[in-house]
Protein backbone atom coordinates (compact mmCIF):
# COMPACT_ATOMS: atom_id res chain seq x y z
CA UNK A 1 0.00 0.00 0.00
CA UNK A 2 2.92 1.96 1.45
CA UNK A 3 4.18 1.61 -2.83
CA UNK A 4 1.02 2.54 -4.39
CA UNK A 5 0.83 6.07 -2.46
CA UNK A 6 4.22 6.74 -3.44
CA UNK A 7 3.48 5.70 -7.05
CA UNK A 8 -0.22 7.62 -7.52
CA UNK A 9 1.48 10.96 -5.47
CA UNK A 10 2.50 12.90 -8.64
CA UNK A 11 -0.62 12.04 -10.25
CA UNK A 12 -2.64 13.75 -7.58
CA UNK A 13 -4.33 10.66 -5.93
CA UNK A 14 -4.25 10.96 -2.08
CA UNK A 15 -3.66 8.42 0.45
CA UNK A 16 -7.55 8.17 1.58
CA UNK A 17 -8.48 7.65 -2.16
CA UNK A 18 -5.88 5.30 -3.04
CA UNK A 19 -6.73 2.73 0.17
CA UNK A 20 -10.46 3.04 -0.63
CA UNK A 21 -10.16 2.21 -4.77
CA UNK A 22 -7.57 -0.99 -3.44
CA UNK A 23 -10.27 -1.73 -1.15
CA UNK A 24 -13.05 -1.67 -3.64
CA UNK A 25 -10.75 -3.43 -6.32
CA UNK A 26 -10.71 -6.42 -3.70
CA UNK A 27 -14.64 -6.34 -3.20
CA UNK A 28 -14.91 -6.61 -7.13
CA UNK A 29 -12.39 -9.64 -7.32
CA UNK A 30 -9.24 -7.56 -8.96
CA UNK A 31 -7.00 -7.80 -6.21
CA UNK A 32 -6.51 -10.02 -3.06
CA UNK A 33 -4.59 -9.95 0.01
CA UNK A 34 -0.98 -11.29 -0.28
CA UNK A 35 1.97 -11.46 2.24
CA UNK A 36 5.41 -9.93 0.17
CA UNK A 37 8.78 -10.05 2.32
CA UNK A 38 6.71 -11.06 5.48
CA UNK A 39 4.41 -7.94 5.44
CA UNK A 40 0.87 -7.79 4.22
CA UNK A 41 -0.03 -6.62 0.52
CA UNK A 42 -2.04 -6.79 -2.49
CA UNK A 43 -1.39 -9.03 -5.54
CA UNK A 44 -3.72 -9.13 -9.35
CA UNK A 45 -5.95 -12.02 -9.62
CA UNK A 46 -5.64 -14.50 -12.05
CA UNK A 47 -9.22 -12.62 -13.45
CA UNK A 48 -6.78 -8.98 -13.22
CA UNK A 49 -4.05 -10.42 -14.89
CA UNK A 50 -5.62 -11.89 -17.67
CA UNK A 51 -7.83 -8.50 -18.11
CA UNK A 52 -4.70 -6.33 -17.99
CA UNK A 53 -2.93 -8.54 -20.42
CA UNK A 54 -5.72 -8.51 -23.07
CA UNK A 55 -5.62 -4.60 -22.18
CA UNK A 56 -2.13 -4.23 -23.22
CA UNK A 57 -2.30 -6.03 -25.98
CA UNK A 58 -5.08 -3.28 -27.54
CA UNK A 59 -3.10 -0.43 -26.22
CA UNK A 60 0.25 -0.91 -27.27
CA UNK A 61 -0.92 -3.37 -30.17
CA UNK A 62 1.38 -6.11 -29.85
CA UNK A 63 -0.83 -8.88 -31.30
CA UNK A 64 -1.23 -9.75 -34.72
CA UNK A 65 -3.59 -10.10 -37.53
CA UNK A 66 -4.39 -13.46 -39.08
CA UNK A 67 -2.66 -12.90 -41.94
CA UNK A 68 0.28 -12.24 -39.69
CA UNK A 69 0.52 -8.52 -39.79
CA UNK A 70 2.15 -6.46 -36.97
CA UNK A 71 -0.86 -4.70 -34.91
CA UNK A 72 1.74 -1.60 -34.56
CA UNK A 73 0.99 -1.08 -38.15
CA UNK A 74 -2.11 -1.61 -38.53
CA UNK A 75 -5.11 0.94 -38.37
CA UNK A 76 -6.92 -1.25 -35.80
CA UNK A 77 -6.20 -0.63 -31.87
CA UNK A 78 -7.55 -4.07 -31.05
CA UNK A 79 -6.57 -7.78 -31.56
CA UNK A 80 -6.70 -8.43 -35.47
CA UNK A 81 -8.22 -12.01 -35.38
CA UNK A 82 -11.39 -11.63 -37.29
CA UNK A 83 -12.67 -13.95 -39.30
CA UNK A 84 -14.71 -12.33 -41.76
CA UNK A 85 -18.01 -12.70 -39.76
CA UNK A 86 -20.36 -11.37 -37.28
CA UNK A 87 -20.75 -12.64 -34.04
CA UNK A 88 -24.06 -11.82 -32.52
CA UNK A 89 -25.53 -12.48 -29.28
CA UNK A 90 -29.64 -12.56 -28.50
CA UNK A 91 -30.63 -11.81 -25.12
CA UNK A 92 -33.11 -13.89 -24.07
CA UNK A 93 -34.59 -11.53 -22.03
CA UNK A 94 -34.24 -7.89 -21.46
CA UNK A 95 -32.49 -7.03 -18.15
CA UNK A 96 -33.15 -4.03 -16.31
CA UNK A 97 -31.64 -0.25 -17.12
CA UNK A 98 -28.97 -0.72 -14.23
CA UNK A 99 -27.81 -4.11 -15.51
CA UNK A 100 -28.29 -3.32 -18.74
CA UNK A 101 -25.80 -0.28 -18.14
CA UNK A 102 -23.34 -2.66 -17.10
CA UNK A 103 -23.59 -5.52 -19.13
CA UNK A 104 -23.11 -2.41 -21.97
CA UNK A 105 -19.93 -1.43 -20.44
CA UNK A 106 -18.45 -4.68 -19.95
CA UNK A 107 -19.40 -5.53 -24.00
CA UNK A 108 -17.92 -2.33 -24.75
CA UNK A 109 -14.83 -2.96 -23.47
CA UNK A 110 -14.78 -6.22 -25.80
CA UNK A 111 -15.40 -4.60 -29.10
CA UNK A 112 -19.37 -5.68 -28.96
CA UNK A 113 -21.93 -2.80 -30.04
CA UNK A 114 -25.84 -2.77 -29.35
CA UNK A 115 -28.09 -3.42 -31.97
CA UNK A 116 -31.26 -3.46 -29.99
CA UNK A 117 -31.48 -3.70 -25.61
CA UNK A 118 -31.30 -7.64 -26.67
CA UNK A 119 -28.76 -7.98 -29.70
CA UNK A 120 -25.23 -7.04 -29.84
CA UNK A 121 -22.83 -7.55 -32.49
CA UNK A 122 -18.98 -8.40 -32.11
CA UNK A 123 -16.14 -9.50 -34.18
CA UNK A 124 -14.94 -12.16 -32.61
CA UNK A 125 -16.10 -15.40 -31.01
CA UNK A 126 -14.87 -14.14 -27.39
CA UNK A 127 -15.31 -16.48 -24.39
CA UNK A 128 -15.32 -13.47 -22.00
CA UNK A 129 -18.74 -12.56 -23.45
CA UNK A 130 -20.12 -16.14 -22.29
CA UNK A 131 -18.17 -15.69 -18.83
CA UNK A 132 -20.09 -11.69 -18.46
CA UNK A 133 -23.30 -13.43 -19.04
CA UNK A 134 -22.78 -16.34 -16.90
CA UNK A 135 -21.63 -13.77 -13.84
CA UNK A 136 -24.51 -11.64 -14.27
CA UNK A 137 -26.97 -14.59 -14.78
CA UNK A 138 -28.15 -13.61 -18.30
CA UNK A 139 -28.94 -16.35 -21.23
CA UNK A 140 -28.51 -15.78 -24.73
CA UNK A 141 -28.36 -17.33 -27.61
CA UNK A 142 -24.99 -17.22 -30.00
CA UNK A 143 -24.69 -16.92 -33.70
CA UNK A 144 -22.22 -16.43 -36.71
CA UNK A 145 -22.90 -14.64 -39.81
CA UNK A 146 -20.93 -14.07 -42.74
CA UNK A 147 -20.51 -10.26 -43.84
CA UNK A 148 -21.89 -9.07 -46.92
CA UNK A 149 -20.70 -6.62 -49.47
CA UNK A 150 -21.94 -3.86 -47.32
CA UNK A 151 -19.91 -4.80 -44.17
CA UNK A 152 -17.80 -1.18 -44.32
CA UNK A 153 -21.32 0.80 -43.78
CA UNK A 154 -22.57 -1.67 -41.58
CA UNK A 155 -19.50 -1.21 -39.16
CA UNK A 156 -19.53 2.89 -39.89
CA UNK A 157 -23.21 3.10 -38.24
CA UNK A 158 -23.19 0.37 -35.31
CA UNK A 159 -19.82 1.34 -34.41
CA UNK A 160 -20.41 4.89 -34.66
CA UNK A 161 -17.24 5.40 -36.57
CA UNK A 162 -17.56 9.28 -37.46
CA UNK A 163 -17.55 10.47 -34.09
CA UNK A 164 -14.59 7.88 -32.79
CA UNK A 165 -12.67 9.63 -36.09
CA UNK A 166 -13.84 12.82 -34.97
CA UNK A 167 -12.81 11.54 -31.21
CA UNK A 168 -9.31 10.66 -31.71
CA UNK A 169 -8.93 13.91 -33.69
CA UNK A 170 -9.62 15.64 -30.54
CA UNK A 171 -7.65 13.25 -28.41
CA UNK A 172 -4.42 14.32 -30.36
CA UNK A 173 -4.75 17.43 -30.33
CA UNK A 174 -4.91 17.16 -26.62
CA UNK A 175 -2.37 14.60 -26.69
CA UNK A 176 0.27 16.83 -28.18
CA UNK A 177 -0.11 19.54 -25.89
CA UNK A 178 0.63 16.93 -22.99
CA UNK A 179 3.67 15.76 -24.78
CA UNK A 180 4.96 19.32 -25.16
CA UNK A 181 5.16 19.09 -21.30
CA UNK A 182 7.35 16.48 -21.15
CA UNK A 183 9.76 17.99 -23.66
CA UNK A 184 13.87 17.98 -23.21
CA UNK A 185 15.43 17.10 -20.20
CA UNK A 186 12.57 16.02 -17.38
CA UNK A 187 12.75 13.94 -14.37
CA UNK A 188 12.02 10.66 -13.54
CA UNK A 189 8.59 11.57 -11.61
CA UNK A 190 8.09 13.93 -14.20
CA UNK A 191 8.05 11.29 -17.18
CA UNK A 192 5.97 9.08 -15.53
CA UNK A 193 3.37 11.38 -14.72
CA UNK A 194 2.47 12.59 -18.73
CA UNK A 195 2.98 9.15 -19.70
CA UNK A 196 0.55 7.51 -16.89
CA UNK A 197 -1.76 10.75 -18.11
CA UNK A 198 -1.41 9.85 -21.83
CA UNK A 199 -1.95 5.87 -21.35
CA UNK A 200 -4.89 7.01 -19.05
CA UNK A 201 -6.61 8.90 -21.85
CA UNK A 202 -5.53 6.64 -24.40
CA UNK A 203 -6.87 3.76 -22.62
CA UNK A 204 -10.45 5.33 -22.76
CA UNK A 205 -10.34 4.21 -26.29
CA UNK A 206 -10.95 0.48 -25.27
CA UNK A 207 -14.49 0.89 -24.78
CA UNK A 208 -15.26 2.78 -28.01
CA UNK A 209 -12.95 1.30 -30.54
CA UNK A 210 -13.95 -2.39 -31.28
CA UNK A 211 -10.60 -2.53 -33.66
CA UNK A 212 -11.62 -3.00 -37.04
CA UNK A 213 -9.61 -4.56 -39.44
CA UNK A 214 -8.46 -2.14 -41.73
CA UNK A 215 -11.10 -3.19 -44.98
CA UNK A 216 -13.87 -1.86 -42.73
CA UNK A 217 -12.27 1.56 -41.76
CA UNK A 218 -12.62 4.81 -43.67
CA UNK A 219 -9.99 5.50 -45.35
CA UNK A 220 -7.07 8.25 -43.86
CA UNK A 221 -8.34 7.14 -40.42
CA UNK A 222 -7.47 9.48 -38.16
CA UNK A 223 -6.76 6.44 -35.38
CA UNK A 224 -3.78 5.63 -37.35
CA UNK A 225 -2.55 9.21 -36.47
CA UNK A 226 -3.64 9.25 -32.80
CA UNK A 227 -2.00 5.36 -32.37
CA UNK A 228 1.55 6.79 -33.90
CA UNK A 229 1.96 9.78 -31.50
CA UNK A 230 0.74 7.70 -28.96
CA UNK A 231 3.31 4.82 -29.10
CA UNK A 232 6.20 7.36 -30.06
CA UNK A 233 5.28 9.48 -27.00
CA UNK A 234 4.71 6.75 -25.03
CA UNK A 235 8.28 4.78 -26.03
CA UNK A 236 10.29 8.17 -25.53
CA UNK A 237 9.08 8.13 -21.70
CA UNK A 238 9.02 4.66 -20.77
CA UNK A 239 12.82 4.37 -19.81
CA UNK A 240 12.52 7.21 -16.93
CA UNK A 241 8.73 6.04 -16.01
CA UNK A 242 10.18 3.11 -15.46
CA UNK A 243 12.73 3.89 -13.11
CA UNK A 244 10.28 5.74 -11.11
CA UNK A 245 8.15 2.74 -10.62
CA UNK A 246 11.24 0.31 -9.98
CA UNK A 247 11.60 3.59 -7.10
CA UNK A 248 8.47 3.66 -5.76
CA UNK A 249 8.27 -0.37 -5.46
CA UNK A 250 11.90 -0.89 -3.52
CA UNK A 251 10.71 -0.68 0.10
CA UNK A 252 12.29 2.08 2.09
Request: charged residues 25%; hydrophobic residues 45%; contains cysteine.
Amino acid sequence: MAALVRLLAPLGVHPPAVRTAVSRMVRQGWLEPVRIDGQPGYGLTSRARRRLDDAAVRIYRTGSDADGTDLADGQGTGPGDWDGHWHLGILREVPNARRREQLASQFAFLGWAPLSDAAWVGLRNDAEVDQILDLEGIAADRFRAPVDDDAAEFARRVWKLDELGASYASWLNEAKALAESAAGQVTDEQAFAVRSELVHEWRKFLFLDPGLPAELLPADWAGTRAAAFFDFHATRLGHAAGRFVDNCLTVH
